[in-house]
């Protein structure tokens, strides 16, 4: 284990993939899975609705429809069921910085897709909530993992070089998302 909680082999795994791949969009956080094999494997628990997720979504090149389905669901606005097409580029990135981290514990999802409504409740009652949110359009994802510090892990979805990734130290979450590449937060 590294300072920064990145282990050396899933450092040497995202140092050799993202050399040996030269793809397009979000080529880094594809690398970092790229060196991991030919599946890509999300787990994630929900405090709010008690439900988890376990599920192999990628295998060699494809996206696997029903595991993409449960994903959506289980990633619903949890306040009242509305449901939206996650952006599988940021499972992409969540599942990237995971393997970076080299834990096995599930993450934590404390919010996935947020209905218009719900954004606009949470905004009224916090300044750090986005207008446009891409929480909204199935973009972001807010994580916690009771093993890793918030700095740790937004060092792990910041290596992906792949979305936005804003540290909340204070109510110990980290946010992803595809959008531009940025940061925030402490």
């Known amino acids: 284990m590294t300072r920064n909680g990145i282990s050396r082999r899933g450092l040497l795994a995202a140092f050799a993939a993202t050399t040996v791949v030269a793809a397009p969009t979000f080529a880094n956080a594809f ?56 952006d599988l580029r940021n499972l992409d990135i969540m599942t990237a910085a995971h393997r970076l981290l080299d834990v096995d514990e599930p993450y934590m999802l404390l ?9 606009a409740m949470l905004r009224s009652r916090s300044g750090g909530v986005a207008k446009n949110s891409l929480h909204m359009k199935g973009q972001a994802a807010d994580l916690r993992l009771k093993s890793r ?14 979305g936005g990734v804003g540290s909340y130290s204070g109510s110990n979450f980290v946010h992803m998302d595809c959008g531009p590449v940025r940061s925030w937060g402490r």
């Open 111 to 119: 919010s996935g897709y947020r209905s218009p409504q719900t954004n």
């Open 31 to 86: 690398g970092v899975l790229r060196g991991a094999g030919d599946i890509r494997r999300i787990r994630m628990y929900s405090g709010r609705t008690g439900e988890s997720i376990d599920t192999i979504y990628w295998i060699e090149g494809d996206y696997i429809k029903e595991a993409v389905k449960e994903i959506n669901h289980f990633m619903r606005d949890w306040r009242n069921g509305q449901t939206i097409s996650m």
């Open 149 to 162: 510090s918030v700095g740790q892990m937004a060092r792990a979805a910041s290596a992906c070089s792949a």
